[in-house]
């Protein structure tokens, strides 16, 4: 089955960095347009950031700048490298193929004080 485990988040002063990891098992990982998503309590989880499998990125325009996402297609892995972080980043961040929409990991909390 499709298993996905996020990692690598933590609490960070404002301006600071976190990369996360993802690592994805049960699919053809290097097939999938991957994601990464955030949730921050009481909002709507929204799409952070996706990669195709040849490495087009796309970005939402909230962290455009400051968040790389980048893949390693022979380890199943995501990453999300986040610099210049704000408060307003704090939340759960979630990873999972784009298609693929019934798939959750447990996610990793990512706290920005200011």
């Known amino acids: 089955q499709v298993q996905l485990v996020e990692s690598g988040g933590g609490l960070v002063q404002s301006g600071g960095s976190l990369r996360l990891s993802c690592v994805a098992s049960g699919i053809r990982f290097s097939g999938f347009f991957m994601g990464w998503y955030r949730q921050a309590p009481g909002k709507q989880r929204e799409r952070v950031a996706t990669i195709s499998p040849g490495g087009t990125t796309n970005y939402a325009e909230s962290v455009k700048g400051r968040f790389t996402i980048s893949r390693d297609n022979a380890k199943n892995t995501v990453y999300l490298q986040m610099n210049s972080l704000k408060p307003e980043d704090t939340a759960v961040y979630y990873c999972?193929?784009?298609?693929?929409?019934?798939?959750w990991g447990q996610g990793t909390q990512v706290t920005v004080s200011s």
């Open positions: 999972r193929p784009t298609t693929l929409t019934d798939y």
